[in-house]
């Protein structure tokens, strides 16, 4: 006969195990969640890369996960216009362009897009490398005619481009380093709405995957939950509407980029950039 107290610390060792099977659980399925936000923001920069790099948590993988990377079709007409006449650039450059730029100014960027125009104000103080970099790639003409292939519109709220292959692969041929992750405005672990902030291959592992931004950068329009290993250079000063337009056209799964594309038609017909 089981007494009163051998019965008490059964249950009692019961619910223990009970406990610690949940908090197994949880403990997988964050660690699943944050692989899947950060395998869809990151980018594989290197060309011919065969996966995705994430940041974050995990390793690279090709996996998407039906919760954060799953088509989000619209019946809806497409909300853009037909790109401007012109092929995407095929420049790449054997290493990081020369400093050029002021470290005391700003700089304005407008984004001439087929769903209307996105103004940019880079942060050149903050992110020296980072506004250089896409000062000159905008003056060579390398984003023009560059679609922004990916649209992330679950858990994270971002539109990416930059690539002009348009694939998720692109590179202009050289790295550049990661800049102003301390920034206060990422506190909590969240980029606000209104960043402009530098896809990269970080694998989340091994510091060696560090500084490994090129051309590829996401316009945040909607508070995203995201590891600081995104170089925050930029805020958006017009065009929320234009993303929020993109964003409500929805997107679908290319199966053989692995991208969630845009179903919307997201072209930069002309990017520009002025000192102010």
Same mark, same amino acid.
């Given at each position: ?26 403990? @997988? ?5 944050? #692989? ?7 980018? %594989?920069?290197?060309?011919? %890369? ?31 216009? @037909? ?28 984004? %001439? ?130 993303? @929020? ?12 980029? @692995? ?6 038609? #997201? #072209? ?9």
């Amino acid at each position: 006969m089981v007494s009163k107290d051998q019965r008490r610390r059964q249950l009692a060792r019961e619910k223990y195990e009970r406990q610690q099977q949940r908090r197994s659980v949880a403990q @997988r399925k964050n660690k699943h969640r944050n #692989v899947i936000i950060a395998s869809v923001v990151a980018v %594989a920069l290197a060309a011919g %890369a065969a996966v995705y790099a994430t940041a974050g948590l995990a390793g690279g993988s090709d996996e998407v996960s039906d919760r954060a990377a799953a088509p989000t079709p619209s019946k809806a007409p497409d909300p853009c216009n @037909r790109p401007a006449k012109g092929a995407p650039s095929q420049k790449t450059w054997p290493k990081e362009p020369a400093m050029s730029v002021d470290t005391s100014a700003s700089y304005a960027v407008k984004l %001439a897009t087929t769903c209307g125009t996105i103004g940019l104000k880079l942060d050149a103080g903050k992110a020296p490398h980072t506004v250089n970099s896409f000062a000159f790639l905008a003056g060579q003409g390398y984003f023009d005619h560059s679609t922004c292939h990916r649209l992330v519109d679950a858990d994270i709220h971002v539109l990416q481009c930059g690539d002009p292959k348009g694939t998720g692969r692109g590179t202009p041929g050289y790295t550049i380093p990661d800049e102003n992750l301390t920034d206060p405005r990422l506190k909590g672990g969240v980029y606000p709405a209104g960043t402009v902030a530098m896809a990269n291959r970080y694998d989340g592992a091994s510091d060696k995957s560090r500084n490994s931004g090129g051309s590829q950068f996401f316009l945040v329009y909607q508070d995203s939950k995201l590891p600081a290993n995104y170089t925050p250079f930029g805020t958006i000063t017009g065009g929320m509407d234009v993303l @929020r337009k993109i964003a409500k056209a929805g997107s679908t799964l290319d199966p053989q980029t @692995r991208n969630t594309a845009p179903n919307a038609t #997201v #072209v930069i017909d002309k990017a520009s950039v002025k000192k102010s």
